[in-house]
């Protein structure tokens, strides 16, 4: 039998504007095609098929939203699309789609559900296990992982600029905690914030929103970080984003994308509360302004001439220091 780990719960967990915060969770996976992915999730879960093709199926579940399952390959999402449906194409696509499979990963993408309700999404990680899907270890090139997308509690500059500072201050911790994949510390698609980001973050006061964005797209006009706030700053400037970051694939939503974890769903001692629980660490030290002071004042105390800041050292003063606040 699987084994349970409970979510924990953010002090946060209502929005400015009285609705309750959602939690968005991506995973990245292998073992399956997409049509068993399909019957797997629909068998844990219920729901409705929506959109179906040979890259892409779409399942409406009435309590929850819509779970989007596909090969995150672009080139068949696109053949796919375009496709006639001749008969020919079809079966041409369907074999493609099967290739793909064994090559690149199947990918669930869950709706956004309220952040007190995330224990609804366990029976779909356990059935998917069962049925065979391998994540992280399964692959040296792919680097498969979860994504957590949180939304933010407010579209504000002080709060922004805090969850920018907990996260940054962590970042390194975050990477021993969450015991990130070597082929995915070493892949480009989940790199930290540069030290002297960070520097600057823990340097300053109360920056205004239009400090927040000049500074974040300049020193991570990227999709590729391990917190990826170009969705969010869509949200709140997509014209400003775009000229910096012209990419189509950043999409405008109000949360937070983070893409550290590893996907250890082959792992029966492994759930998605284990990726949320570390994350977690960000979200009540967001909350914790005079500690954000402290950790901050520290971690420029801590740099050096040359060298800047020693990393295993600030990890190690940093796991100290949650166990005393009691974080974790």
């Given at each position: 039998?699987?084994?349970?780990?409970?979510?924990?719960?953010?002090?946060?967990?209502?929005?400015?504007?009285?609705?309750?915060?959602?939690?968005?969770?991506?995973?990245?996976?292998?073992?399956?095609?997409?049509?068993?992915?399909?019957?797997t999730v629909q068998?844990?879960?219920?729901?409705?098929?929506?959109?179906?093709?040979?890259?892409?199926?779409?399942?409406?579940?009435?309590?929850?939203?819509?779970?989007?399952?596909?090969?995150?390959?672009?080139?068949?999402?696109?053949?796919?699309?375009?496709?006639?449906?001749?008969?020919?194409?079809?079966?041409?696509?369907?074999?493609?789609?099967?290739?793909?499979?064994?090559?690149?990963?199947?990918?669930?993408?869950?709706?956004?559900?309220?952040?007190?309700?995330?224990?609804?999404?366990?029976?779909?990680?356990?059935?998917?296990?069962?049925?065979?899907?391998?994540?992280?270890?399964?692959?040296?090139?792919?680097a498969y992982g979860?994504?957590?997308?949180?939304?933010?509690?407010?579209?504000?500059?002080?709060?922004?600029?805090?969850?920018?500072?907990?996260?940054?201050?962590?970042?390194?911790?975050?990477?021993?905690?969450?015991?990130?994949?070597?082929?995915?510390?070493?892949?480009?698609?989940?790199?930290?914030?540069?030290?002297?980001?960070?520097?600057?973050?823990?340097?300053?006061?109360?920056?205004?929103?239009?400090?927040?964005?000049?500074?974040?797209?300049?020193?991570?006009?990227?999709?590729?970080?391990?917190?990826?706030?170009?969705?969010?700053?869509?949200?709140?400037?997509?014209?400003?984003?775009?000229?910096?970051?012209?990419?189509?694939?950043?999409?405008?939503?109000?949360?937070?994308?983070?893409?550290?974890?590893?996907?250890?769903?082959?792992?029966?001692?492994?759930?998605?509360?284990?990726?949320?629980?570390?994350?977690?660490?960000?979200?009540?030290?967001?909350?914790?302004?005079d500690d954000l002071?402290?950790?901050?004042?520290?971690?420029?105390?801590?740099?050096?001439?040359?060298?800047?800041?020693?990393?295993?050292?600030?990890?190690?003063?940093?796991?100290?220091?949650?166990?005393?606040?009691?974080?974790?």
């Open positions: 039998m699987d084994q349970k780990v409970t979510f924990k719960k953010p002090s946060v967990t209502i929005k400015g504007d009285g609705n309750s915060r959602r939690v968005g969770f991506e995973l990245e996976f292998s073992g399956l095609t997409l049509d068993e992915t399909v019957d068998s844990s879960l219920g729901g409705n098929l929506g959109v179906n093709n040979a890259a892409e199926q779409l399942i409406h579940v009435a309590s929850m939203g819509d779970f989007n399952v596909e090969i995150d390959w672009d080139f068949l999402k696109r053949t796919a699309k375009a496709s006639n449906h001749s008969e020919k194409d079809d079966e041409w696509i369907k074999q493609l789609s099967k290739v793909a499979s064994a090559l690149v990963p199947v990918e669930v993408v869950c709706p956004p559900i309220p952040i007190t309700s995330l224990n609804l999404l366990e029976p779909m990680v356990s059935r998917l296990r069962r049925a065979g899907a391998v994540g992280t270890e399964e692959s040296l090139i792919a979860v994504h957590i997308n949180t939304e933010i509690p407010n579209l504000d500059a002080e709060t922004l600029f805090a969850y920018l500072r907990s996260f940054s201050l962590l970042q390194w911790w975050l990477v021993e905690a969450h015991h990130v994949n070597t082929s995915r510390k070493i892949s480009p698609y989940i790199d930290l914030y540069p030290e002297s980001y960070v520097k600057l973050l823990a340097s300053q006061t109360s920056p205004t929103m239009d400090k927040i964005f000049d500074d974040y797209l300049e020193y991570n006009a990227s999709r590729n970080r391990a917190l990826d706030l170009l969705p969010l700053l869509a949200e709140i400037d997509k014209q400003r984003v775009f000229n910096k970051v012209d990419d189509p694939k950043i999409k405008s939503r109000p949360a937070f994308h983070y893409r550290l974890p590893n996907c250890n769903i082959e792992h029966r001692d492994w759930s998605l509360a284990q990726s949320w629980n570390i994350w977690w660490v960000v979200e009540q030290l967001a909350q914790r302004p002071e402290e950790l901050s004042s520290a971690f420029l105390d801590a740099g050096q001439p040359l060298i800047g800041v020693i990393r295993n050292k600030w990890v190690k003063y940093l796991d100290q220091w949650l166990k005393d606040h009691e974080l974790v």
